[in-house]
């Protein structure tokens, strides 16, 4: 099992930046792809950011150029710095990771956080 813990969030004003992260832990054997989500009321959980298994940065659209995903590999950690928030960027935002499986190729496990609550006033 694999334990996802974010922090960060909160309450900013239009215009403001913040930053969230992500540690994972527990039994990890080999990460295949670590992310952010996020799901405001009344919608479909989306994603905003991640890494690939490959490495590659995979961002939403909508926050193209105004957030940035980072990580340290050594702490299993994933950062997500969000600049220049809108209100629209009001949301739940969860931390996902997969860990592959040590003894059968192609099977990775996913996991979520318990979701970290970021609002943007105007």
């Known amino acids: 099992q694999v334990q996802l813990v974010e922090s960060g969030g909160g309450l900013v004003q239009a215009g403001g930046s913040l930053g969230l992260s992500c540690a994972a832990s527990?039994?990890?054997?080999?990460?295949?792809?670590m992310g952010w989500y996020r799901q405001a009321p009344e919608k479909q959980r989306e994603l905003v950011a991640r890494?690939?298994?490959?490495?590659?940065?995979n961002y939403a659209d909508s926050v193209k150029g105004r957030f940035t995903i980072s990580r340290d590999n050594a702490k299993n950690t994933v950062y997500l710095q969000m600049n220049s928030l809108k209100p629209e960027d009001t949301a739940v935002y969860y931390c996902?990771?997969?860990?592959?499986?040590?003894?059968?190729?192609?099977?990775?496990?996913?996991?979520w956080g318990q979701g970290t609550q970021v609002t943007v006033s105007s």
């Open positions: 890494f690939t298994s490959g490495g590659i940065t």
């Open positions: 527990g039994s990890i054997f080999s990460l295949n792809h």
């Open positions: 996902n990771a997969g860990d592959r499986d040590p003894y059968i190729i192609g099977v990775i496990y996913d996991y």
